[in-house]
């Protein structure tokens, strides 16, 4: 056998789409990466939509465009990507870290409300929904979410929904609760576009913001530039901005992506089912933590820690599993165990003991939607194998 722990599905509409656009003669940003806007709006129920070239450049225009500076400070769970992080320093502005649940690895109300009362000053906090699950947004059974407690206080929220789509929360999606959400088309994401990203907002000055940053700074699209009848080559800029925009041909595999993603999510849905009765009972391994129905999570990841008693270290386990040809992941090595943060914050482990736990036994399991029953079954026999005595 031999499983990758990621794979890529373009056996839809990807390449005639795609296809379609090089016949065009217009490669870069234009109606394609429109249509993909209007239609990822459409699907998780936000009203604008801003295709950028990654997540990381979404979350970095979203924190902008909500007016974070030089230093403000930003609250952010250790448990995550650098990306969730950098782009506060992007902005000169510091990351506060944050333990997060031992099963869930989302941050939770608890943890929201005890930041914000350690720390009144903090203008912002990214939300991490974290292997496809969504954090607890909503107010549930008269308990205040996340979204009340921040509003309560002033608090900006910026969602990095990398691993959320298509996530759904108190019976909405993921894209329709914060000020600004980001999501990724990473390669390896639930739905990709090779590269690429998506603001989504509910905001129309945020909106304009995002969209003006996304390009230079530039008062109007390129699109808008060579397809007006006159004075084409007018433009203003009112901003220092990036260069960030998605290009037509990502958009167009994008396209073809959305069409299946609900057949994609329901595909990993059933990887992380098999997992999750297969591998109950096996005494050193705690499978993830689940605060929602199955149809409501994405099901990016699925991890699984090694507790305490367990018979083989994490990275041995993880070569025992390489040597048997399945490749796995680790999500993540904490942010406060990151040189960069670690050294210029004075970090130490024992302020994020959830956090550590996860991270000494953590391991992903392959998840995409080609895995067969029978790759399937072979990694879980592998893993008892490995475990136990079995
Ligand atoms: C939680 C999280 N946020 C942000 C990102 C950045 O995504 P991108 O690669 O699209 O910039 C990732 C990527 O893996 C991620 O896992």
Redesign the pocket.
Known sequence: MNIPFAKVDCSGNEAEYVTKVLASGWLTTAGVAAEFEKRFADMVGGSFACAV???????HLGLEALDVGPGDKVLVQSM?????AEVIRYLGADPIFLDCDPLTRLITPEIVAHALDTHPDAKALVV???GGQAACMADVDGKPGILSLCKAKGVKILE????AFPTRHAGKRIGSFGDVT?????A??TITTG???MVVTEDKDIFTRVKTMRLHGINRDIWDRFTAKKANWEYDVVAPGYKYNMPDVNAAIGLAQLERAEEFRQKREDCCRYYHKHLAGIDCLELPGLTCEWSDHACHLYPVILTENTPIFRNDFINALADKGISTSV??KPLHRMTYYREHYGLKPEDFPNTERIWKGTVSLPVYTELKGEELEYICKSIREILTSE
């Open positions: 070239n990654s997540c990381t450049a979404a979350l995550t990507f650098t990306s969730s991490v929904h974290f990095d929904a990398a691993h980001c999501f990724s088309f990473y390896n994401k590269e690429g990203g999500h993540y």
